[in-house]
């Protein structure tokens, strides 16, 4: 990558890093919507911008890697093999994470949201206990690295 190219990289990151802390001050230290000041659920008046600003980071960061992951599989075709065996473990744990959720109804007294569904809940727990399964196979990762080094 060229030097230029790097400089202009970096001048953006800067640029999205400086928009996200300026929401994130006027979120913290901003005015609030009238009538929810003083409630348990006081809400900053810019709180769907800065969830608009954290949708357009997403897209942003799931486009570019979608973009580069097609550049790699052209450029390194012998890696398509190792990118499906990680499609596939993925897959793996989406699955047994979604047949450990649970889609029993919460007794919630005087809950009238829509969300108390059984397909939201097991969506819900499905994300959850994904979220379980990959940090304990971190956890076990650096387990494993410390200790292989001590045989090694």
Excluded: C
Excluded at 29 to 57: C, D, M
């Amino acid at each position: 990558m060229s030097n230029l190219t790097s400089r202009i990289i970096q001048i953006i990151l800067w640029l999205f890093m400086a928009v996200t802390i300026v929401f994130a001050a006027i979120f913290y230290f901003g005015n609030v919507i009238e009538g929810t000041k003083g409630t348990r659920l006081e809400e900053p008046v810019v709180t769907q911008a800065f969830l608009s600003w954290a949708y357009i980071l997403f897209f942003i960061a799931a486009g570019i890697t979608v973009i580069f992951s097609i550049i790699n599989i052209i450029l390194n075709p012998k890696g398509i093999k190792k990118g499906i065996i990680y499609l596939v473990v993925a897959a793996a744990v989406i699955i047994i994470a979604y047949f450990m959720a649970d889609d029993t109804v919460l007794n919630m007294p005087h809950y009238t949201g829509k969300d108390n569904v059984p397909t939201t809940l097991r969506y819900v727990d499905t994300v959850l206990f994904t979220a379980y399964i990959l940090v304990g196979l971190a956890f076990l990762a650096i387990l494993w690295s410390s200790v292989s080094r001590i045989f090694k």
